[in-house]
């Protein structure tokens, strides 16, 4: 395994030192597995399994130096984003798993602007802590999660405007999904995704989010924000019906997977506080069948 890094661009070039984060392919395929790579995802021919395992593995490294990195994680996204620079210049990156994304992006015309917003994304979490509203918080997720769709379907081939903007419905919707499920662990690293303004409605204090089960006031907030969720999935669900191939099997397991963490969702009746609530696999099985059927009506 490679253990190089990028050094700072003040220095006007690239040093070796150890990383700050694993980028071994053994650590990522283990943060794969740990957050329940989608089913549908599996099954897909070789080829497809290998570009999207690419680019998420990029995507692992970016999250965990926004979130986990010692040091000054500020410097070290932008570090590791002037190193991302060098996939589209035709110079070898410095990080051994940006050298495995080359091929992706000339074979697949992969776009760096996506890239780009997840580091924005990173970056806005070294100084936001909570968002005042609904729409503050929506976007940060045009950061942190609109570009993972938009990469998804440059995969396949597939993201045409309109296909975007729905990609966009969806992505977001997993995303909020994915901070309801772990307020807990959020707070326990110094971020709020719940709106202020939503909390000041529910009647819902930081401090509830430190105790080790949920009041009332915010099961109550945790059932209306996955109802808002859910809305937004449902309306970007659409757009399976406008893919085809691979794709669609593709985009239809991640809808799947946040339906099932809706159900999950509610199934705790929004207790978030005493284990983060996961979709069942048979949830998510079954829902990606009847999207599939319902697509082709």
């Known amino acids: 395994m490679n253990q190089q890094s990028v050094s700072g661009p003040a220095s006007g070039g690239f040093t070796t030192r150890p990383p700050p984060v694993s980028t071994s392919r053994d650590f990522l395929r283990q943060k794969e ?20 395992r690419r680019i998420y593995q990029v995507v692992r490294v970016i999250d965990e130096l926004g979130d986990s990195a010692p040091g000054d994680r500020s410097a070290l996204l932008t570090e590791f984003g002037a190193d991302l620079r060098r996939v589209w210049t035709g110079v070898e990156p410095r990080a051994a798993v940006l050298r ?15 890239f780009e917003q997840l580091i924005e994304a990173n970056l806005v979490d070294q100084r936001a802590t909570e968002y005042r509203s ?34 966009d419905q969806v992505c ?16 326990r690293a110094g971020r709020i995704y ?17 105790a080790g ?7 109550r907030l945790v059932g209306y924000e996955t109802d808002r969720a859910s809305e937004l999935l449902d309306s970007g669900g659409a757009l399976v019906g406008q893919l085809g191939g691979w794709a669609r099997l593709a985009v239809a397991g991640y809808i799947a997977g946040g339906r099932a963490t809706v159900r999950a969702l509610r199934r705790c009746d929004g207790d978030v506080l ?14 990606l069948v009847t999207q599939l059927r319902i697509s082709r009506e």
């Open 33 to 52: 597995r740990a957050e329940n790579f989608p089913v549908a995802l599996l099954v897909l021919p070789r080829r497809f399994r290998r570009d999207l």
């Open 100 to 114: 495995r994304l080359v091929p992706t992006v000339q074979s697949r015309r992969i776009s760096r602007r996506p």
């Open 134 to 167: 609904w729409g503050d918080l929506l976007h940060y997720c045009s950061l942190s999660a609109a570009p993972i769709g938009r990469l998804v379907l440059e995969v396949f081939g597939q993201d045409s405007t309109g296909r975007q903007e729905l990609s």
């Open 172 to 187: 977001t919707a997993l995303q909020l999904l994915e901070h309801w499920q772990d307020i807990a662990e959020d707070r």
């Open 194 to 210: 719940l709106p202020r303004q939503d909390m000041d409605r529910f009647g819902v204090q930081p401090q509830h989010l430190d």
């Open 213 to 219: 089960t949920a009041a009332p006031e915010l099961r």
């Open 274 to 287: 005493v284990r983060p609530p996961r979709p069942r696999r048979r949830d998510v099985l079954l829902d």
